[in-house]
């Protein structure tokens, strides 16, 4: 058996008096595929940058074979100091290849770069996959890479994997990026309180094996030492309450995955289908024909569209073809050029916000979610600002606290918790795994999976899709947008058939086709009937939304029940019959207004 590449002994690293590492032993071999996994703080990529050899331990042994070349890809490159791109890439080549320049060539043609841009002026997404090719050149013994996927689409993470299946050295990865890791790694190290746990299997095994050692060290512990056992449930916190939560949770997934899948089978067409904040009306948003280009370049042809209340929707695609473009005309902030967008009533909307714009550095954790007092409503319902925080992964000691203070993956969890404690019935999420780490990222997913509101969802994450969409919204490039139900995988094994179907169909209706009769003349303006209808639905619509409310404050008053459990019961009747009737007059009024614009 060939030795190790490099090895690391009894190292210890200390940030002040808090120790980092302690007696900490690992090894790289040859063909190792590992996956660096630990909780968010836990220093995994310190430790990365100590196999690097960029930070020195206080004590202990790095020892790396003569001869071997380490290359370490940080999440955040720096690509200043190049005049062009292609400068940039070949500075990654080694000693010994330096003549040969052409391989920059094949690599920036293989990611669709062109050599001679600034490397100072490119996009997040640009910038990772520029990083990424003078790393995968440089002929390294042992690549490390740090969160690789950031900013990429999902095309480039698939270039990704064949790429490093193609690479011959020890290659350790830091990545939230389930499904990623899961299709690349052979080895899992796990850095967890100091010290680096070996598992001689692939991510896809950590769960159950991390799993295992808890219960073990719960077992072991709780006679013992009941302050390590509280720290081991805080530090693990989600890993084993998570995968129980998750069976259930799926389970609704997979139902509502039915459902949707059984109404487009029905339209035959695309369609879209925390509950928190007003009740929205059951169609959300109905889109007739829309499409939309820019400077004679198709973005998207025309399609319709409906999204109804509850409905879980991911909108797939490589980075440029118009994702972001889709989301804004669905929700109103750009106009189609063709056809039309409604929206239903009682929308409460609320983009999450990656960027932490809402974050002041200068106020504390507490000033941050706290309008004064020391409960903050979360969706409709009071909760203690520090086991609200708690929630979100943040010790009590933290609450006070400033926000300058947090690390990277702190600062998203803490914008996550000001953001989803908004009232909200419509959520958008523009890419929001984004530079989160795994904790933050299960928090997030927890979150939305008890969500019941509607969700529209852009993102390159497959796991993520697959765990949270009830249908994928895909656009491929070629103008045309489609429905699939479920998640990314599914879309993946429906794509193929459903492109035989439309061959097949096509070619049918071809041999088939018929003289179509002349169209009959069509209304040309709305009966009087309708006309009516239109005038006195919003305010019968109004009426039912003051019923509603006055209900639900009746019921809400402390024994009512209890005194009067007969008057409760036909309140309780009345408001169910009320929120009936409102949401059918709401659908009449959507239908009602879609006609009279397509009259127009």
């Given at each position: 058996?060939?030795?190790?590449?490099?090895?690391?002994?009894?190292?210890?690293?200390?940030?002040?008096?808090?120790?980092?590492?302690?007696?900490?032993?690992?090894?790289?071999?040859?063909?190792?595929?590992?996956?660096?996994?630990?909780?968010?703080?836990?220093?995994?990529?310190?430790?990365?940058?100590?196999?690097?050899?960029?930070?020195?331990?206080?004590?202990?042994?790095?020892?790396?074979?003569?001869?071997?070349?380490?290359?370490?890809?940080?999440?955040?490159?720096?690509?200043?100091?190049?005049?062009?791109?292609?400068?940039?890439?070949?500075?990654?080549?080694?000693?010994?290849?330096?003549?040969?320049?052409?391989?920059?060539?094949?690599?920036?043609?293989?990611?669709?770069?062109?050599?001679?841009?600034?490397?100072?002026?490119?996009?997040?997404?640009?910038?990772?996959?520029?990083?990424?090719?003078?790393?995968?050149?440089?002929?390294?013994?042992?690549?490390?890479?740090?969160?690789?996927?950031?900013?990429?689409?999902?095309?480039?993470?698939?270039?990704?994997?064949?790429?490093?299946?193609?690479?011959?050295?020890?290659?350790?990865?830091?990545?939230?990026?389930?499904?990623?890791?899961?299709?690349?790694?052979?080895?899992?190290?796990?850095?967890?309180?100091?010290?680096?746990?070996?598992?001689?299997?692939?991510?896809?095994?950590?769960?159950?094996?991390?799993?295992?050692?808890?219960?073990?060290?719960?077992?072991?512990?709780?006679?013992?030492?009941?302050?390590?056992?509280?720290?081991?449930?805080?530090?693990?916190?989600?890993?084993?309450?998570?995968?129980?939560?998750?069976?259930?949770?799926?389970?609704?997934?997979?139902?509502?995955?039915?459902?949707?899948?059984?109404?487009?089978?029905?339209?035959?067409?695309?369609?879209?289908?925390?509950?928190?904040?007003?009740?929205?009306?059951?169609?959300?948003?109905?889109?007739?024909?829309?499409?939309?280009?820019?400077?004679?370049?198709?973005?998207?042809?025309?399609?319709?569209?409906?999204?109804?209340?509850?409905?879980?929707?991911?909108?797939?695609?490589?980075?440029?073809?118009?994702?972001?473009?889709?989301?804004?005309?669905?929700?109103?902030?750009?106009?189609?050029?063709?056809?039309?967008?409604?929206?239903?009533?009682?929308?409460?909307?609320?983009?999450?916000?990656?960027k932490r714009a809402l974050l002041d550095e200068n106020a504390t954790l507490?000033?941050?979610?706290?309008?004064?007092?020391?409960?903050?409503?979360?969706?409709?319902?009071?909760?203690?600002?520090?086991?609200?925080?708690?929630?979100?992964?943040?010790?009590?000691?933290?609450?006070?606290?400033?926000?300058?203070?947090?690390?990277?993956?702190?600062?998203?969890?803490?914008?996550?918790?000001?953001?989803?404690?908004?009232?909200?019935?419509?959520?958008?999420?523009?890419?929001?795994?984004?530079?989160?780490?795994m904790d933050t990222l299960d928090l997030l997913q927890d979150m939305l999976?008890?969500?019941?509101?509607?969700?529209?969802?852009?993102?390159?994450?497959?796991?993520?899709?697959?765990?949270?969409?009830?249908?994928?919204?895909?656009?491929?490039?070629?103008?045309?947008?489609?429905?699939?139900?479920?998640?990314?995988?599914?879309?993946?094994?429906?794509?193929?058939?459903?492109?035989?179907?439309?061959?097949?169909?096509?070619?049918?209706?071809?041999?088939?086709?018929?003289?179509?009769?002349?169209?009959?003349?069509?209304?040309?303006?709305?009966?009087?009937?309708?006309?009516?209808?239109?005038?006195?639905?919003?305010?019968?619509?109004?009426?039912?939304?003051?019923?509603?409310?006055?209900?639900?404050?009746?019921?809400?008053?402390?024994?009512?029940?209890?005194?009067?459990?007969?008057?409760?019961?036909?309140?309780?009747?009345?408001?169910?019959?009320?929120?009936?009737?409102?949401?059918?007059?709401?659908?009449?009024?959507?239908?009602?207004?879609?006609?009279?614009?397509?009259?127009?």
């Open positions: 058996m060939a030795p190790p590449l490099l090895t690391i002994t009894e190292m210890a690293l200390r940030f002040g008096e808090t120790p980092l590492f302690e007696g900490l032993e690992l090894s790289i071999g040859d063909r190792d595929r590992i996956s660096l996994v630990g909780r968010n703080g836990s220093g995994k990529s310190t430790l990365m940058k100590v196999i690097a050899g960029q930070v020195e331990a206080d004590y202990g042994e790095r020892f790396l074979q003569p001869g071997c070349h380490v290359t370490y890809l940080d999440q955040e490159p720096d690509l200043s100091g190049y005049d062009t791109l292609h400068d940039y890439v070949a500075s990654g080549l080694s000693e010994a290849s330096q003549e040969e320049t052409y391989r920059v060539d094949i690599i920036l043609e293989d990611i669709k770069l062109d050599p001679l841009l600034d490397p100072t002026k490119l996009s997040g997404g640009e910038g990772r996959r520029a990083a990424l090719a003078r790393a995968l050149i440089s002929d390294a013994d042992i690549l490390l890479l740090d969160e690789p996927t950031n900013h990429l689409d999902i095309q480039t993470i698939q270039w990704l994997e064949e790429s490093l299946a193609e690479f011959r050295g020890g290659l350790v990865i830091i990545s939230h990026d389930r499904t990623f890791l899961n299709n690349v790694t052979n080895t899992t190290f796990w850095l967890d309180r100091g010290r680096v746990r070996r598992l001689d299997k692939g991510f896809a095994h950590f769960e159950e094996w991390s799993e295992t050692i808890i219960e073990q060290e719960r077992v072991e512990r709780a006679k013992l030492d009941k302050l390590i056992e509280k720290e081991t449930d805080w530090s693990h916190k989600g890993i084993t309450a998570r995968r129980k939560r998750n069976m259930g949770r799926m389970r609704n997934l997979w139902a509502l995955r039915e459902q949707r899948a059984d109404q487009i089978a029905v339209t035959g067409q695309a369609k879209l289908g925390l509950e928190s904040g007003k009740a929205a009306g059951k169609k959300v948003i109905e889109a007739k024909d829309i499409s939309k280009s820019f400077n004679g370049e198709v973005i998207f042809e025309p399609f319709s569209l409906r999204v109804m209340r509850g409905d879980r929707i991911g909108i797939i695609g490589p980075n440029g073809v118009g994702k972001t473009t889709l989301l804004k005309v669905l929700t109103g902030q750009l106009a189609p050029d063709t056809g039309t967008v409604t929206h239903g009533t009682n929308l409460e909307i609320t983009f999450l916000d990656q507490w000033d941050t979610l706290s309008d004064g007092g020391d409960h903050i409503m979360v969706r409709g319902h009071s909760k203690h600002i520090v086991s609200y925080l708690k929630d979100f992964l943040f010790d009590a000691g933290q609450v006070r606290s400033p926000v300058s203070s947090l690390s990277g993956g702190e600062k998203n969890r803490l914008v996550l918790a000001k953001t989803l404690a908004l009232p909200t019935n419509f959520l958008i999420l523009d890419e929001p795994t984004n530079d989160l780490d999976g008890e969500y019941d509101g509607t969700l529209i969802l852009v993102s390159h994450d497959r796991d993520f899709l697959d765990r949270i969409v009830t249908s994928s919204l895909v656009l491929e490039g070629d103008g045309k947008v489609l429905e699939y139900p479920g998640g990314y995988q599914d879309y993946i094994r429906q794509r193929a058939s459903r492109k035989a179907e439309e061959a097949a169909a096509a070619a049918a209706a071809k041999k088939a086709a018929k003289p179509v009769d002349a169209p009959q003349n069509r209304a040309v303006k709305l009966s009087y009937k309708h006309q009516r209808a239109l005038e006195n639905l919003p305010k019968e619509i109004a009426k039912l939304e003051s019923d509603i409310t006055k209900f639900q404050i009746k019921l809400g008053e402390v024994d009512f029940y209890s005194k009067d459990p007969e008057g409760f019961s036909k309140i309780n009747r009345a408001l169910e019959a009320a929120m009936a009737d409102l949401a059918a007059k709401e659908e009449e009024w959507l239908e009602l207004e879609m006609l009279r614009e397509e009259m127009k």
